[in-house]
């Protein structure tokens, strides 16, 4: 096991959340919140689906976590989406008392062609400040192993600065475990001239066969080692997230010791990992 690195730090984190989709879910995503909430996090983010395919339940989610107490960021995608529907959609958002948006491209469900007047998140971006100001917190998405539709390296990095330059706060990373990935990232944007804050974003490991899916569907990179590790331990889930466990809580104590301004966890709806990684660190 590796040991904390510090006690008792207040280290920013955040957590992201999905909007359940039954009863059961529900109930099982507000008692993994409220163990959450135990860290004082900056705030909670919800996404929804394609196309906003569960926009309705990641709203109703993001109400709950309000009326929790807790400042809560709205996931918001512009695939299909038309000016008069994107204003609707802020001003509920302000009604409700969000202050924190993570804008998205997004993508359309399968099936649909391409429709809406935005095609790019920087769109998004600019059309948000030219509708509310400062109203809100803008967050958006960056690829330290580039975005995997992205044409060139490079192609990604200008999509990156697009998004600054409309009117970006800060951004959130999509995970990864090689950190080497992520402080190229942050030096070429900054020496591109994008000094916005960049927050990891941190996947816990708890199992192989969800992280090989949802990393072969999102272009997040495996380290050879890690992927022979996992492939080692079989079906043996209680060596699968000890290491887990290890790999990660290494990995934000590199970034942490290196100055990264937050660590924001994808919880996947639970907590326990979360939690052990954090306990770990210390925070």
């Known amino acids: 096991m590796i040991a904390a690195s510090a006690q008792g730090t207040g280290f920013p984190v955040s957590f992201e959340f999905f909007p359940p989709k039954t009863p059961e879910g529900a109930g099982k995503l507000r008692a993994a919140r409220q163990q959450l909430y135990a860290l004082h996090p900056d705030f909670c983010s ?16 993001v ?13 918001f995608s512009c695939m299909g989406a038309t000016g ?17 948006l ?25 059309f948000i400040r030219a509708e509310t100001g400062r109203d809100f ?66 996947m816990p490991i708890s199992s192989s066969t969800q992280l090989l899916r949802f990393s072969d569907a999102c272009g997040a990179e ?14 043996d889930s209680a060596s699968i997230k000890a290491f887990g466990l290890d790999v990660v809580t290494d990995l934000c ?11 924001h966890f994808y919880t996947l709806n639970q907590s326990t990992a979360t939690l052990e990684i954090c306990r770990r660190l210390g925070i």
């Open 253 to 263: 104590d590199r970034l942490r010791s290196a100055g990264v301004p937050a660590l």
């Open 102 to 126: 993570v804008a998205l491209r997004g993508d359309l469900p399968s099936g649909y062609g391409a429709g809406g007047q935005f095609q790019y998140a920087s769109e998004l971006v600019a």
């Open 222 to 235: 495996i380290p050879r080692w890690i992927r022979l590790r996992l492939q080692a331990f079989g079906d």
């Open 137 to 202: 917190h803008i967050e958006v998405a960056a690829y330290p192993e580039t975005h995997p539709q992205a044409r060139s390296p490079e192609a990604d990095l200008n999509a990156y600065l697009r998004k600054v330059q409309a009117g970006a706060d800060s951004a959130i990373t999509q995970y990864f475990y090689n950190s080497d990935a992520y402080f190229r990232f942050v030096e070429e944007t900054r020496r591109l001239g994008a000094d916005l804050p960049v927050v990891p974003g941190i």
């Open 63 to 75: 109400r709950d976590i309000l009326a929790e107490g807790m400042a809560a960021a709205a996931h």
């Open 46 to 61: 919800v996404t929804y689906g394609a196309g906003g395919s569960t926009q309705q339940g990641s709203f109703d989610t």
């Open 84 to 100: 008069p529907s994107v204003r609707e959609q802020l001003a509920t958002l302000k009604a409700m008392g969000v202050k924190r």
